[in-house]
């Protein structure tokens, strides 16, 4: 009865009594005597009213009386209520899902221990709380269900020792799939103590209809040991699951966060090179909770600190921290960000890679020379890539860019260059072109602008040009332009997403698309359809063919603003002079990619464990050799061993999804609301033992004190209520002003 | 020899009170031929007369009045006060006369002013018990077409009666120009009911009979009672009446005194 079981129900018997007020109450019969009063036609008056209302005195008393005397024959039964299952009695074997949250969240400290620490112990307190025979469950809880013993085991002992095995992740949380995973393996609780049954042979002959009960007796609880994080939740709430959920077991989640937890963490970090060998790097830092964590981020370049800046940080808001560092010569450099340490360290660093390119000699052949500056065919490219003139304060730039006519060229020597451009050269014959060849063997790098000079059927001799020339296309009297059109995805010439939407272009070779060679690729077109630019391969080296002039005769595009950053940028990807940060975050896919023939061995990855994982051989696609490397696990300094024209090369930083570090807490009762009524009841860890709860849970409460309590609360009523029914209406009588003029003449006289 | 107390009536006397205009048949004697010499009309002189006052007390006799709940009974109350009041009047040299009534006039003693008289109405009084049932209004009537002289009438009763009834009674005394005072007595026990237990409530008149739990309609019984009362409050100030309440417990001589200090007050 109202999911209470009396221990003494003989004393049930007593309910019995009820029936005496009433009976009193149907014999009662007043003797009454004989007034001669002169009045009665006022007594008259209101007797019907009286009668009506005096019943109902009479039904209430008689309704107290009879309450007082169920609650006292109640109270004997000593009834108790078990928590949430009544249809399982206190001695009933459980059956227990202990879901461990080991988000790396779980690692905030409170008090000198971490919560997935307090977690794991109250784990194992739960396990205390197991007898011989009932049985256990253990799964782990972070953006996925990873189960530590995926079905139930009657082994405390064993379940034990994988609780003290367990080790926290760094991934966030996603309470939705350990949820699911907890309830379906609690609706095939029993199988354990099945199994141990059956192994007895004494047992064997059980048959279905018992373990049919003997499952529906069992005590089912999940016990869910968390910090109760936003982000953990919000998938649990958004897919309905609770609602619809069907289960017999009681969910209990014990939560070991504190509302306004602080915390400050470093979202991202952007590198940037700010001159030669010199990058800047700035760090959002974020911090949540109560409290503005302030302090000094350090940057550490292969392991050694190197610069510092002290911060203040807003709560709620990303502050944003430059630190600016000269890194040295070409190479790869393993760079962490870190901010001071607080309670939860693991997101206080980001770790990234900087890859500086070497310092770039660049030969540019004019094509067109003229002894006037700007109409000489190589005057614009000339400013673009030396901006400054001479060199600066910060040193030379990162490129050094020599201009010759091309009648010069063959006296060049090419050894001290990495990229030579050609500009609305006519044609390279005999020697020039082999010493070309040579160059391009060497790994050199060759950027060929066309133009007016340029003789379509010599260039189509070249084996190193990429595509074969038709004519030039287009409108001479700059009538009709064309602009820049599609660009080829992902390819690291475009990631900066430079605007060149205001160049004009009014003629341009034609090619044939067909004719791409197979080591080359279309990387931009015109709009109308015609390759724009078009990247080859020959020996070690790249080839760059830009299907129109460097100078304003053909477009307007040299003029426009984006066409500096443009040729600094093509000539960084061609020479790998620029500087580059790497860093992704946990899971994320991480991908090679280089021209075909810069594959020579497999790519290997070292983790920050110091695991060596080899590659699959690339795919080859478009020219290009591609692959990618999934097992970004941990976070940290990745170290790749591949040709360095490949992208990521020198390495990588894997960083955490800083989501987990937003630490904000659900509200309880929130969550209470999307699930049925009962089915999950809230434990505060850092106030209440979670233990003591489910003893208590499962000892079931008293209740008699308090029907007994409740009993002597109705008798006081009834008393009151017995005294107001019986007591004279009002004492004094009616008031009468002639009385109290006589009284007050006349005080002795009443 | 006269009383003490102003007679309502203006005729002849010493005393002027006021003029009137002539009509057919007036005492030529009583002409103002002044008033006549100053504005050629016909013009009467009224005087105050001071002539004795008449006196009727009318006491009520039913057998509501019987009851006591203190050793006086309402009816021995209100032969007190008759007593008492029928004193005062023949003592100040007026008249004073008594009707005893209940459904109809029981006894009347005309107006007399000798100390006989009084002994007689004493006597009476005295000798009479509270029985039969009341028709109030119809005693009244009958008194106030019974007396032709206008007077002072003092009704003394506990008014148990239809009341829309009695204050037709009372006005039609008001009708005839006398001055009416009602004295309403009531039993300490009609006016607090301070009954309790479960009992049966026989009516003294009717006989009829009811059982109730008193303390259930304590309340009810007040409000119907305050209803009662103010009613003939309201009635009898309408029709300018004087009307008092009064509590069997008040003592007689006491509740006397004071109602003629206040007479007094008033003339």
């Known amino acids: 009865m109202f999911g209470l079981t009396p221990l003494a129900p003989w004393f049930l018997w007593g309910l019995a009594a009820v029936s005496v007020p009433v009976v009193i109450h149907m014999l009662q019969s007043p003797t009454a005597k004989i007034i001669d009063f002169p009045c009665i036609r006022f007594l008259k008056a209101c007797q019907k009213k009286a009668v009506r209302r005096t019943r109902l005195k009479n039904i209430l008393l008689m309704l107290l009386r009879m309450a007082i005397i169920a609650l006292i024959a109640f109270g004997m039964a000593k009834p108790q209520r078990f928590e949430e299952q009544t249809d399982v009695l206190p001695d009933a074997p459980v059956s227990m899902v202990i879901v461990l949250d080991n988000s790396y969240s779980m690692g905030y400290v409170d008090k000198g221990r971490s919560r997935f620490e307090q977690a794991r112990e109250a784990a194992i307190g739960l396990l205390g709380t197991l007898k011989p025979g009932d049985e256990v469950a253990l799964l782990l809880m972070n953006e996925q269900c990873e189960p530590l013993l995926p079905e139930f085991t009657a082994d405390h002992e064993r379940a034990k020792a994988a609780l003290h095995g367990a080790k926290l992740s760094v991934l966030g949380t996603n309470a939705d799939p350990a949820l699911r995973e907890a309830i379906r393996l609690a609706a095939r609780a029993g199988t354990a103590a099945h199994a141990a049954e059956t192994r007895n042979p004494k047992s064997e002959i059980r048959n279905e209809e018992k373990q049919g009960q003997e499952k529906q007796r069992r005590r089912l609880e999940i016990h869910l040991l968390t910090d109760l994080q936003a982000s953990a939740w919000e998938p649990v709430l958004k897919s309905g699951y609770l609602k619809n959920v069907d289960t017999k077991a009681t969910i209990c989640v014990t939560s070991f966060g504190r509302k306004g937890s602080a915390n400050c963490f470093v979202e991202s970090v952007g590198v940037a090179g700010t001159g030669p060998e010199q990058c800047s790097v700035t760090a959002q830092v974020w911090a949540v909770g109560a409290g503005s964590p302030g302090g000094v981020a350090t940057l550490s370049v292969n392991d050694k600190p190197v610069v510092q800046e002290t911060l203040a940080v807003r709560p709620g808001a990303p502050t944003p921290v430059t630190l600016t560092t000269r890194l040295g010569p070409s190479g790869t450099y393993r760079c962490v960000l870190s901010i001071q340490e607080d309670a939860l360290p693991v997101d206080d660093q980001h770790f990234f890679t900087v890859k500086v390119g070497e310092r770039s000699k660049v030969l540019v052949v004019d094509g067109d020379p003229s002894a006037i500056g700007p109409l000489a065919e190589t005057f614009y490219l000339g400013n673009a890539l030396n901006p400054g003139g001479a060199a600066g304060a910060e040193g030379p730039a990162p490129v050094e860019a020599r201009i010759v006519a091309a009648a010069e060229f063959p006296a060049i020597k090419l050894d001290d260059f990495r990229t030579v451009v050609l500009c609305n050269v006519a044609a390279l014959d005999g020697a020039d072109l082999v010493k070309l060849e040579g160059f391009l063997r060497e790994g050199g790098c060759v950027w060929i602008f066309l133009g007016a000079k340029a003789n379509a059927e010599r260039y189509n001799q070249w084996v190193f040009l990429p595509i074969t020339l038709t004519q030039p296309v287009g409108d001479a009297s700059k009538k009709q332009t064309f602009e820049f059109g599609e660009t080829r995805e992902g390819h690291a010439l475009f990631k900066t997403g430079l605007d060149l939407r205001s160049a004009r272009f009014w003629l341009c070779w034609g090619s044939d698309r067909a004719s791409v060679k197979r080591d080359a690729a279309i990387l931009q077109s015109f709009s109308n359809g015609q390759p724009a630019l078009v990247e080859g391969a020959f020996g070690k080296g790249k080839v760059l063919l830009f299907t129109s002039t460097a100078d304003a005769d053909w477009s307007n595009f040299p003029l426009r603003r984006a066409f500096l950053p443009w040729v600094h940028q093509v000539v960084y990807y061609l020479s790998g002079a620029d500087v580059r940060g790497s860093s992704f975050r946990l899971k994320e896919p991480v991908r090679f990619q280089a021209l075909s023939t810069h594959y020579k061995e497999r790519i290997v990855v070292t983790d920050p464990a110091g695991k060596r994982i080899v590659l699959p051989p690339p795919q080859l696609k478009g020219g290009y050799a591609e692959c990618e490397f999934r097992e970004t696990d941990a976070p940290g300094l990745y170290q790749v061993a591949a040709d360095p024209a490949f992208s990521n090369s020198g390495g990588f930083g894997v960083n955490l999804n800083v989501q987990e570090s937003v630490i904000t807490m659900e509200d309880p009762d929130k969550i209470a609301a999307a699930a049925p009524s009962g089915l999950l009841k809230f434990v505060e860890g850092p106030k209440r033992d979670v233990v003591e709860e489910v003893k208590k849970s499962r000892e079931g409460q008293d209740y008699w004190p308090l029907i007994f309590k409740l009993a002597l609360l109705v008798f006081v009523i009834e008393s009151l209520f017995g005294n107001l029914v019986s007591r004279a209406a009002k004492p004094g009588g009616l008031k009468l002003p002639l009385f109290d003029v006589l009284r007050r003449r006349n005080p002795g006289v009443s | ?267």
């Open chain 2, 1 to 267: 020899m006269t009383g003490s107390h102003r007679s309502p009536y203006k005729g002849l006397s010493t005393e002027f009170a006021d003029h009137r205009q002539y009509v057919k048949g007036d005492d030529l004697k009583r002409l103002d031929w002044r008033v006549y010499a100053r504005t050629e009309r016909y013009y009467i002189k009224r005087y105050e007369e001071s002539t004795n006052l008449k006196a009727y007390i009318l006491v009520d006799s039913s057998a509501s009045m019987a009851y006591r709940s203190n050793g006086v009974s309402k009816y021995d109350y209100a032969c007190h006060l008759a007593a008492g009041l029928a004193y005062v009047v023949i003592k100040q040299a007026d008249c004073a006369g008594l009707v005893l009534f209940g459904e109809k006039i029981e006894d009347y003693f005309p107006p007399r002013s000798s100390l006989t008289h009084l002994r007689a109405m004493l006597d009476a009084l005295a000798r009479y018990k509270p029985q039969k049932k009341t028709n109030t209004a119809a005693a009244l009537h009958g008194m106030a077409e019974l007396i032709k002289r206008r007077g002072l009438i003092i009704v003394i009763s506990d008014l148990m009666d239809d009341p829309e009834q009695v204050v037709k009674g009372l006005a039609h005394f008001r009708q005839k120009r006398h001055d009416v005072v009602v004295l309403h007595v009531l039993d300490d026990h009609e006016l607090n009911f301070p009954f309790e237990k479960v009992a049966t409530f026989r009516d003294m008149e009717s006989g009829e009979k009811i059982r109730i739990a008193p303390k259930d309609l304590k309340e009810d019984y007040g409000k119907e009672l305050e209803a009662f009362i103010a009613h003939y409050k309201r009635a009898c100030y309408e029709n300018n009446i004087d009307y008092v309440t009064i509590n069997t417990r008040t003592p007689h001589a006491t509740f006397l005194s004071a109602y003629l200090s206040r007479r007094e007050k008033v003339r």
